[in-house]
């Protein structure tokens, strides 16, 4: 047993997750292969947010089946959001899967493989920190989540919220930077929520400053996602006043009715969200805002479907993540709402949605037109290099040398709603070298 590939469907959470494992796994001996059929270990980290992806996850499932049948010797591993508490069905489904975990739940696939591989998990797995992480990072800072929003499945597959101790948090920061890191986003599926069950409730604001300070090898630090409900004049003051903190909130609204924002669970209205992007854009000057949006929730009208366009048009996201509602079972919506909106309605709507925010970016990303802007240089693309401003904006440019983890002032020359194209406005700083 020698090698190991991950794939991943969902959310930062599973790619946090599934970069996780894979530390732990490398601690064993075994390395990573990017073809799943060559591996000697397959995990695949599901997700059920919507019923596309769950269908993604059982086709690939499905597709395993005679590699594991023609290699029993071999281990086949689910884990992620599609497994629960109790996995019977699920292994009456797929027999020929292993072992099945929940989200975070590492050890059972840990110790099969130290047991095949004849090693002792306990004395050679230490924190689960990747080992070769790329110029980027996610750092999970707290698991689960308490809000129990009607459609969400989230609170039932990982859990109520469990913070990790802040201390342990900076100095996984520090390792990661010290193994080249540049820019680490603290994560959490209600990340505003971090610290209330730890000793003293530190806040995400404590958080922020602790690594801003304490890891001053960072250039760059981010988080998501945000609840509105939890957004704190703190958390937005620490964005505000911490250089290294940037300017990008992913804020979810999910509707603009305030009687779909009822039905949803989501505990503010139209007027309380408008009022708090107001607030944040006061505090942080070009702050960029995302956001996350269903259509077609049960019962939703067309009067409310138009307060959601209204919202897409009026408070002109960076990005919108849309979706059609598609019921998750488990959920309260599941249990008490009828899926009411037709399917072609609910397209029709998600078009509105993209047509309308493709428009506003188009006239945002025109505003970048002849600046120039920090940008994090993570990758190439189709002989390009590609990195991302402050606030997150993709931007590619050609340079000839090895830029890779360095932060460049690049002069923008295009814009697309998608992306932002340019040149060096000076030569690469060498003390920003990506450490491999």
Not at 330 to 358: C, F, H, N, S
Request: charged fraction near 25%; glycine fraction near 8%.
């Amino acid at each position: 047993m020698s090698s190991y590939h991950v794939w991943t469907v969902g959310c930062q959470m599973n790619k946090a997750d599934s970069e996780r494992l894979g530390a732990g796994l490398e601690q064993l001996g075994l390395e990573w292969t990017p073809t799943a059929k060559d591996a000697d270990v397959i995990i695949l980290n599901s997700c059920v947010v919507r019923q596309n992806a769950e269908d993604r996850v059982v086709g690939m499932l499905t597709s395993l089946k005679p590699w594991k049948q023609r290699n029993p010797d071999k281990t086949l591993a689910l884990m992620g959001c599609m497994v629960g508490p109790k996995s019977d069905e699920l292994r009456a489904r797929f027999p020929y899967v292993d072992v099945f975990m929940q989200p975070q739940q590492f050890e059972p696939l840990i110790r099969m493989v130290g047991d095949k591989a004849g090693v002792d998990p306990d004395g050679c797995v230490g924190p689960f920190v990747p080992g070769h992480p790329k110029v980027t990072a996610h750092v999970p800072i707290i698991h689960g989540c308490d809000k129990f929003c009607t459609f969400c499945i989230i609170p039932y597959r990982r859990g109520r919220e469990v913070s990790r101790p802040l201390e342990e948090l900076v100095e996984e920061c520090r390792m990661l930077a010290a193994r080249g890191v540049q820019e680490v986003t603290l994560l959490g599926q209600n990340v505003d929520s971090y610290g209330h069950d730890l000793p003293g409730a530190p806040d995400l604001a404590d958080l922020l400053e602790a690594v801003h300070d304490g890891v001053p090898e960072l250039a760059r630090i981010r988080f998501l996602t945000s609840h509105p409900n939890d957004m704190s004049e703190r958390i937005i003051d620490a964005v505000a006043r911490l250089p290294r903190a940037m300017e990008c909130i992913n804020l979810p609204f999910q509707a603009g009715g305030d009687d779909v924002l009822a039905a949803m669970r989501r505990g503010y209205t139209n007027a309380q969200y408008r009022e708090l992007v107001g607030r944040v854009r006061a505090a942080v000057p070009g702050v960029a805002m995302v956001t996350d949006l269903i259509v077609g929730f049960p019962g939703e009208t067309e009067a409310q479907f138009e307060d959601s366009l209204a919202m897409v048009q009026d408070l002109r996201f960076d990005k919108v993540h849309a979706a059609a509602y598609s019921t998750r079972p488990g959920t309260i919506a599941a249990r008490k709402l009828e899926d009411d909106v037709p399917d072609e309605e609910k397209k029709r709507r998600l078009r509105a949605i993209e047509d309308v925010q493709e428009s506003v970016l188009t006239e945002i990303n025109s505003t970048y037109l002849g600046s120039t802007e920090e940008v994090l240089v993570d990758g190439r693309s189709r002989g390009r290099w590609q990195g991302r401003t402050r606030s997150d904006k993709l931007v590619f440019f050609d340079d000839e040398r090895d830029l890779l983890g360095r932060l460049m002032q690049v002069r923008i020359t295009r814009t697309t709603p998608w992306s932002l194209q340019g040149r060096l406005a000076e030569a690469p700083a060498a003390s920003l070298s990506f450490r491999a």
